[in-house]
């Protein structure tokens, strides 16, 4: 009753007449309604986080798909972390707030999230867990229905993030590379670090199965290391999966882009084209011990020149609960000589230089993780739309998600931000604190914007270091966030609640 009162009051915490720095604070904004998820409209969702078990907290993953019936109603929902069938309902405010519970079929438990939808064509939206045993955030994406049934094909760039189910270094792993899919076989490299040991350009083979009428199929994957994965995979389109590994004892989450714009070059990336970022990983203080929140969280911006340097870059960074922030990156790039999208890139900053491995998903979009003994550290990173940003350019409504951990609690949040152009914040937020489930109300804030697209911003009771990196302004905005408070490793992304939102950053 607790959550169903709580996840009620999310739905309504900001009524359309509340006000706080001049604007109406959301809540009642907004045309969403259960139809926003349509009639016969299939989806894939994932979450990673931490999970309460009989032998402690342990990393948890989760992904599955389900259908919508644009009345409340889902079925035909299958869960590959508890491995059974789901059904359930769900119900969403005028401002894409809403709750889902799903129902698992073998009758362990009862599940539920909460949402806030980010677009409408295709759908997507932004997830936590809302319950008492779990905390986990991610995204769930509606599934081009002609592309469900077709085995995946073409070269694709991908990366992962792995963990075994404890909380360790030893037992992390990123990997990032590209790979062709021709008739159901594999062939392609990655990069693999594994405890904060690189193996470089490792060869892969592997095999698919054809998805099932849910988009739902099989992948292996072997290096020529020896190493086999094995995953599921969900089709968003033909250009885009998602992945969930299969493998017992890890827990693990990836995606796979259709690479466009091969071969690539030093000159493939434009002169004067900046590129926001967003990472997170493992270090070796990766739980919360002894007054100090494990693990590394980053955001940040840099311009490239087309010729192999980089300028005018900055970034804000918390590690094992220490924050860096608004440091100087300067340094340079080269391209593997390949043409495969492989790029080496050399960062130096006050803290020290920093080696990324980075393969092009398009000239405007990465996937990368960051060659440190120390720590298991990927992500991604998207080209900046606008030369120059203002305070008018962050202006809008915008989906919101953050998930990790401070010194105390595992944190996960989804909300709605206003932003009104003028240096003025709202925020509506369920909140999940190691299991207790509130929604905070409306709460003020304000923000001011550099030209690079670096975003300082306060919330009342949340966080007066904000950050936030614009990936574009305006209509469809969307950018990596991060709470850059000591003791504190949380991080996300946001994207303006619009009809369209193209890859909104999330947790993964």
């Known amino acids: 009753m607790a959550l169903a009162l709580a996840s009620l009051t999310f739905l309504s915490a900001c009524s359309s007449s509340s006000r706080a720095s001049g604007i109406d604070c959301?809540?009642?904004?907004?045309?969403?309604?259960?139809?926003?998820?349509?009639?016969?409209?299939?989806?894939?969702?994932?979450?990673?986080?931490?999970i309460s078990q009989s032998n402690g907290v342990n990393a948890y993953t989760e992904a599955g798909v389900f259908t919508a019936d644009g009345n409340g109603n889902i079925s035909s929902g299958i869960d590959d972390f508890y491995g059974t069938s789901f059904s359930g309902k769900y119900s969403i405010s005028s401002n894409g707030t809403g709750i889902i519970t799903v129902v698992l079929a073998n009758g362990a438990q009862t599940l539920s999230w909460g949402i806030t939808l980010s677009s409408t064509s295709p759908g997507s939206f932004y997830l936590i867990e809302a319950d008492i045993f779990a905390n986990a955030a991610g995204t769930a994406v509606e599934q081009t229905a002609s592309a469900l049934g077709t085995t995946p094909s073409g070269t694709f760039v991908f990366h992962t993030h792995i963990a075994t189910t404890g909380l360790t270094l030893a037992g992390s792993m990123a990997t990032v590379g590209v790979l062709t899919v021709s008739n159901a076989s594999v062939t392609g490299k990655e990069d693999v670090l594994l405890g904060g040991q690189l193996a470089s350009q490792l060869t892969l083979s592997g095999s698919f199965t054809a998805p099932d009428s849910t988009g739902r199929g099989g992948v292996t994957l072997i290096d020529s290391s020896g190493r086999t994965q094995n995953y599921k995979y969900y089709v968003i389109d033909t250009n885009t999966l998602e992945l969930f590994e299969i493998d017992s004892g890890i827990v693990g989450l990836g995606r796979a882009e259709m690479q466009t714009g091969a071969p690539f070059t030093t000159h493939s990336l434009s002169a004067g084209a900046r590129f926001a970022f967003g990472s997170r990983g493992d270090t070796t203080a990766s739980v919360a011990v002894n007054g100090v929140a494990g693990g590394v969280n980053t955001v940040g911006a840099m311009t490239v020149d087309g010729a192999g340097n980089i300028s005018r870059g900055s970034y804000d960074s918390v590690r094992d609960g220490t924050v860096n922030s608004n440091l100087s990156l300067t340094g340079t790039y080269s391209a593997d000589?390949?043409?495969?999208?492989?790029y080496t890139f050399t960062l130096n900053s006050p803290a020290g230089t920093i080696t990324e491995l980075v393969y092009m998903v398009s000239p405007s979009r990465a996937f990368f993780l960051v060659n440190d003994s120390t720590k298991v550290e990927d992500g991604t990173s998207d080209q900046q739309s606008n030369p120059s940003f203002a305070t008018s350019d962050f202006n809008?409504?915008?989906?919101?998600?953050?998930?990790?951990?401070?010194?105390?609690?595992?944190?996960?949040?989804?909300?709605?931000?206003?932003?009104?152009?003028k240096g003025g914040l709202n925020l509506a937020e369920l909140l999940n604190r190691t299991g207790v489930v509130t929604v905070?109300?409306?709460?003020?804030?304000?923000?001011?914007?550099?030209?690079?697209?670096?975003?300082?911003?306060?919330?009342?009771?949340?966080?007066?270091?904000?950050?936030?990196y614009m990936v574009s302004g305006g209509a469809g905005g969307k950018a990596y966030v991060l709470q850059a408070d000591t003791l504190t490793q949380i991080s996300g992304g946001m994207a303006e609640q619009a009809t369209s939102v193209v890859n909104p950053p999330g947790i993964f």
């Open 440 to 468: 905070p109300g409306c709460l003020p804030g304000t923000y001011s914007v550099a030209s690079n697209g670096r975003v300082s911003g306060s919330v009342t009771t949340l966080s007066s270091n904000l950050v936030f």
């Open 26 to 50: 959301p809540g009642g904004t907004g045309t969403f309604t259960n139809a926003s998820l349509p009639a016969g409209s299939q989806w894939t969702y994932n979450l990673s986080g931490t």
């Open 337 to 342: 000589l390949s043409g495969d999208g492989r």
């Open 396 to 421: 809008g409504q915008f989906a919101l998600i953050m998930g990790g951990y401070d010194a105390s609690n595992f944190v996960d949040r989804t909300a709605v931000l206003e932003a009104d152009g």
